[in-house]
Protein backbone atom coordinates (compact mmCIF):
# COMPACT_ATOMS: atom_id res chain seq x y z
CA UNK A 1 0.00 0.00 0.00
CA UNK A 2 1.39 3.33 -1.42
CA UNK A 3 1.82 5.92 1.46
CA UNK A 4 -0.35 9.07 1.51
CA UNK A 5 1.42 12.44 0.77
CA UNK A 6 -0.09 16.02 1.89
CA UNK A 7 -0.43 18.43 -0.99
CA UNK A 8 -1.26 22.10 -0.79
CA UNK A 9 -3.70 23.56 -3.33
CA UNK A 10 -4.75 27.26 -3.35
CA UNK A 11 -6.77 29.02 -6.29
CA UNK A 12 -7.91 32.43 -6.81
CA UNK A 13 -11.48 32.94 -7.89
CA UNK A 14 -12.30 35.38 -10.43
CA UNK A 15 -16.05 34.70 -10.60
CA UNK A 16 -17.59 33.14 -7.85
CA UNK A 17 -20.36 30.89 -9.47
CA UNK A 18 -22.69 28.59 -7.86
CA UNK A 19 -21.86 24.90 -7.82
CA UNK A 20 -17.79 25.97 -8.30
CA UNK A 21 -16.44 24.72 -5.24
CA UNK A 22 -18.50 21.50 -5.65
CA UNK A 23 -17.27 21.12 -9.36
CA UNK A 24 -13.42 21.16 -7.49
CA UNK A 25 -14.69 18.94 -5.07
CA UNK A 26 -15.68 16.60 -7.49
CA UNK A 27 -13.11 16.79 -10.06
CA UNK A 28 -10.35 15.78 -6.63
CA UNK A 29 -13.03 12.88 -5.56
CA UNK A 30 -13.04 11.69 -9.08
CA UNK A 31 -8.87 11.39 -8.42
CA UNK A 32 -9.02 10.33 -5.56
CA UNK A 33 -7.73 12.73 -4.01
CA UNK A 34 -8.98 13.72 -0.56
CA UNK A 35 -9.59 16.79 0.85
CA UNK A 36 -8.48 17.34 4.44
CA UNK A 37 -9.09 20.50 5.23
CA UNK A 38 -10.75 23.94 3.31
CA UNK A 39 -10.99 27.13 3.87
CA UNK A 40 -10.70 30.76 2.16
CA UNK A 41 -7.45 32.40 2.68
CA UNK A 42 -8.65 35.54 1.80
CA UNK A 43 -8.82 38.17 -1.32
CA UNK A 44 -10.96 35.73 -2.93
CA UNK A 45 -8.85 32.93 -2.49
CA UNK A 46 -9.56 29.15 -1.16
CA UNK A 47 -6.92 26.96 0.12
CA UNK A 48 -6.94 22.93 0.54
CA UNK A 49 -5.25 20.52 1.86
CA UNK A 50 -4.68 17.95 0.27
CA UNK A 51 -4.08 13.73 0.98
CA UNK A 52 -3.20 11.59 -2.04
CA UNK A 53 -1.47 8.27 -2.46
CA UNK A 54 0.12 9.44 -6.48
CA UNK A 55 2.39 12.09 -7.01
CA UNK A 56 1.19 11.74 -10.93
CA UNK A 57 -2.31 12.61 -9.96
CA UNK A 58 -1.13 16.01 -8.63
CA UNK A 59 0.55 16.91 -12.29
CA UNK A 60 -3.00 15.31 -13.75
CA UNK A 61 -5.03 17.76 -10.79
CA UNK A 62 -2.94 20.76 -12.30
CA UNK A 63 -3.65 20.09 -15.84
CA UNK A 64 -7.07 19.80 -15.87
CA UNK A 65 -7.45 22.53 -13.17
CA UNK A 66 -5.60 24.90 -15.78
CA UNK A 67 -8.27 24.54 -18.48
CA UNK A 68 -10.96 25.40 -15.67
CA UNK A 69 -12.79 28.77 -16.15
CA UNK A 70 -13.25 30.95 -13.15
CA UNK A 71 -10.53 30.16 -11.47
CA UNK A 72 -6.86 30.26 -11.42
CA UNK A 73 -4.47 27.98 -9.59
CA UNK A 74 -1.61 29.85 -7.49
CA UNK A 75 -0.18 27.16 -5.20
CA UNK A 76 0.15 23.41 -5.72
CA UNK A 77 3.15 21.96 -3.72
CA UNK A 78 3.82 19.88 -0.49
CA UNK A 79 2.28 22.05 2.61
CA UNK A 80 4.44 24.71 4.44
CA UNK A 81 3.83 25.87 7.97
CA UNK A 82 2.22 29.13 6.53
CA UNK A 83 0.15 27.19 4.14
CA UNK A 84 -1.27 24.85 7.29
CA UNK A 85 -1.78 27.69 9.50
CA UNK A 86 -3.37 29.64 6.27
CA UNK A 87 -6.26 26.96 5.88
CA UNK A 88 -6.86 26.67 9.56
CA UNK A 89 -6.72 30.18 10.26
CA UNK A 90 -8.21 31.67 6.90
CA UNK A 91 -5.58 33.97 6.45
CA UNK A 92 -1.61 34.57 5.63
CA UNK A 93 0.74 35.52 8.12
CA UNK A 94 2.22 38.47 7.22
CA UNK A 95 5.85 38.30 6.38
CA UNK A 96 8.74 40.84 5.57
CA UNK A 97 9.61 41.63 2.18
CA UNK A 98 13.31 41.72 2.31
CA UNK A 99 13.43 40.09 5.29
CA UNK A 100 12.04 36.55 5.27
CA UNK A 101 12.46 35.31 8.84
CA UNK A 102 10.54 38.85 10.22
CA UNK A 103 6.51 37.58 10.56
CA UNK A 104 4.09 40.16 11.66
CA UNK A 105 0.79 40.55 14.09
CA UNK A 106 -1.16 42.28 15.56
CA UNK A 107 -3.18 42.08 19.06
CA UNK A 108 -6.43 40.67 17.23
CA UNK A 109 -3.94 37.77 16.29
CA UNK A 110 -2.70 36.48 19.18
CA UNK A 111 -4.69 33.23 18.11
CA UNK A 112 -2.67 33.17 15.27
CA UNK A 113 0.55 33.82 16.75
CA UNK A 114 0.30 31.12 19.35
CA UNK A 115 -0.94 28.66 16.90
CA UNK A 116 2.38 29.59 14.85
CA UNK A 117 4.76 29.94 17.56
CA UNK A 118 3.85 26.53 18.61
CA UNK A 119 4.53 24.67 15.67
CA UNK A 120 7.95 26.27 15.61
CA UNK A 121 8.23 25.11 19.22
CA UNK A 122 7.24 21.67 18.46
CA UNK A 123 10.63 21.13 16.28
CA UNK A 124 13.64 19.66 17.85
CA UNK A 125 17.14 21.26 18.53
CA UNK A 126 18.34 24.58 18.81
CA UNK A 127 16.21 27.46 17.56
CA UNK A 128 16.89 30.88 18.33
CA UNK A 129 13.42 33.33 18.09
CA UNK A 130 13.26 37.12 18.81
CA UNK A 131 9.54 38.97 19.32
CA UNK A 132 9.66 42.80 19.32
CA UNK A 133 6.80 44.79 20.62
CA UNK A 134 5.89 47.89 23.01
CA UNK A 135 5.12 47.18 26.31
CA UNK A 136 1.81 45.15 27.07
CA UNK A 137 1.12 44.35 23.43
CA UNK A 138 1.11 40.37 24.25
CA UNK A 139 4.32 39.08 23.78
CA UNK A 140 4.76 37.02 27.28
CA UNK A 141 1.13 35.72 27.27
CA UNK A 142 2.04 34.33 23.40
CA UNK A 143 4.85 32.97 24.46
CA UNK A 144 4.12 31.08 27.41
CA UNK A 145 0.50 29.94 25.56
CA UNK A 146 2.46 28.44 22.90
CA UNK A 147 4.47 26.54 24.85
CA UNK A 148 1.27 24.40 26.75
CA UNK A 149 0.22 24.32 23.29
CA UNK A 150 3.08 22.46 21.99
CA UNK A 151 3.40 20.45 25.07
CA UNK A 152 6.71 22.14 26.35
CA UNK A 153 7.70 23.28 29.82
CA UNK A 154 8.74 27.13 29.94
CA UNK A 155 10.73 28.79 31.73
CA UNK A 156 12.04 32.39 32.44
CA UNK A 157 15.97 33.07 32.49
CA UNK A 158 15.35 36.52 33.02
CA UNK A 159 11.87 38.85 33.02
CA UNK A 160 9.57 41.10 34.65
CA UNK A 161 6.55 39.63 34.44
CA UNK A 162 5.76 39.86 37.66
CA UNK A 163 9.47 41.26 39.51
CA UNK A 164 13.06 41.23 37.67
CA UNK A 165 13.87 37.59 37.28
CA UNK A 166 17.64 36.91 36.77
CA UNK A 167 18.19 33.47 36.98
CA UNK A 168 22.44 32.27 37.96
CA UNK A 169 21.82 28.51 37.64
CA UNK A 170 18.99 26.03 36.76
CA UNK A 171 18.00 22.84 38.17
CA UNK A 172 19.08 19.50 36.64
CA UNK A 173 15.58 18.87 35.43
CA UNK A 174 15.09 22.57 33.91
CA UNK A 175 17.82 21.33 31.47
CA UNK A 176 16.23 18.99 28.91
CA UNK A 177 15.61 19.71 25.12
CA UNK A 178 11.75 19.22 25.70
CA UNK A 179 12.05 23.15 27.53
CA UNK A 180 11.69 26.59 26.09
CA UNK A 181 13.71 28.81 27.32
CA UNK A 182 12.65 32.70 27.35
CA UNK A 183 14.60 35.90 28.11
CA UNK A 184 13.88 39.38 28.00
CA UNK A 185 17.15 40.73 26.08
CA UNK A 186 17.18 44.51 27.89
CA UNK A 187 17.16 42.51 31.48
CA UNK A 188 19.68 39.90 30.57
CA UNK A 189 22.34 42.34 28.95
CA UNK A 190 21.99 45.52 31.26
CA UNK A 191 20.20 44.59 34.13
CA UNK A 192 22.06 41.32 34.61
CA UNK A 193 25.46 39.73 36.67
CA UNK A 194 28.27 37.47 35.34
CA UNK A 195 26.86 34.63 36.52
CA UNK A 196 23.87 34.90 34.30
CA UNK A 197 26.21 36.01 31.64
CA UNK A 198 27.63 32.62 32.12
CA UNK A 199 24.34 30.81 32.05
CA UNK A 200 22.76 32.67 29.37
CA UNK A 201 26.00 31.34 26.91
CA UNK A 202 24.91 27.67 27.85
CA UNK A 203 21.86 27.90 27.02
CA UNK A 204 22.31 29.54 23.77
CA UNK A 205 24.49 26.50 22.84
CA UNK A 206 21.85 24.19 24.21
CA UNK A 207 19.47 22.10 21.78
CA UNK A 208 16.21 23.96 22.23
CA UNK A 209 14.18 26.72 22.01
CA UNK A 210 15.01 29.86 23.26
CA UNK A 211 12.81 33.26 23.14
CA UNK A 212 14.40 36.83 23.14
CA UNK A 213 12.04 39.32 24.05
CA UNK A 214 13.33 42.75 22.55
CA UNK A 215 16.28 40.95 20.42
CA UNK A 216 17.90 44.74 18.94
CA UNK A 217 18.85 45.42 22.40
CA UNK A 218 20.02 41.84 23.27
CA UNK A 219 22.23 42.37 19.94
CA UNK A 220 23.32 45.71 20.69
CA UNK A 221 24.61 44.88 24.12
CA UNK A 222 26.09 40.78 23.74
CA UNK A 223 27.92 38.94 21.02
CA UNK A 224 25.00 37.79 19.18
CA UNK A 225 24.03 38.88 15.72
CA UNK A 226 20.49 39.33 14.46
CA UNK A 227 21.31 36.75 11.73
CA UNK A 228 21.79 34.43 14.88
CA UNK A 229 17.90 34.14 14.91
CA UNK A 230 15.94 31.95 12.73
CA UNK A 231 12.76 33.60 13.22
CA UNK A 232 11.79 37.13 14.15
CA UNK A 233 8.00 38.33 15.37
CA UNK A 234 7.16 41.85 15.37
CA UNK A 235 3.94 41.84 17.71
CA UNK A 236 1.95 45.92 17.59
CA UNK A 237 -1.40 47.29 18.71
CA UNK A 238 -2.24 48.01 15.31
CA UNK A 239 -0.53 47.39 11.65
CA UNK A 240 0.61 51.24 12.11
CA UNK A 241 2.29 51.13 16.01
CA UNK A 242 5.91 51.89 15.36
CA UNK A 243 8.10 49.39 17.86
CA UNK A 244 10.71 52.02 19.83
CA UNK A 245 12.72 51.92 22.59
CA UNK A 246 13.17 55.77 22.64
CA UNK A 247 11.46 55.58 26.55
CA UNK A 248 14.60 53.14 27.53
CA UNK A 249 17.22 55.68 25.80
CA UNK A 250 15.82 58.62 27.59
CA UNK A 251 14.71 56.94 30.78
CA UNK A 252 17.03 55.48 33.94
CA UNK A 253 16.28 51.24 33.19
CA UNK A 254 15.13 51.25 36.46
CA UNK A 255 12.23 52.94 35.62
CA UNK A 256 11.91 51.60 32.06
CA UNK A 257 11.61 48.09 33.18
CA UNK A 258 8.31 49.03 35.45
CA UNK A 259 6.45 49.92 32.26
CA UNK A 260 7.45 46.12 30.49
CA UNK A 261 5.45 43.21 30.73
CA UNK A 262 3.75 41.40 28.16
Known sequence: MKEKKEWYMEYEISKNRPGLLGDVASMLGMLNINIVTINGVQNGRRGLLLMVEEDEKIEV????????????????????????????????????????????????????????????????????????????????????????????????????????????????DEMTPDHV???????????????????????????????IEHPDIFVRESEYELSDFHYIIELRHHPDEEITYELLNKQDFHDFDLTLGG
Open 61 to 172: LRSILQKVDNITITRLRPPTLLDRLAVRHGRYIERDAEDKKTFRFIRDELGLLVDFMAEIFKKEGHQLIGIRGMPRVGKTESMIAASVSANKRWTFISSTLLRQTVRTSLAV
Open 181 to 211: YLIDGIVSTMRSTERHHALLREIMSFPATKV
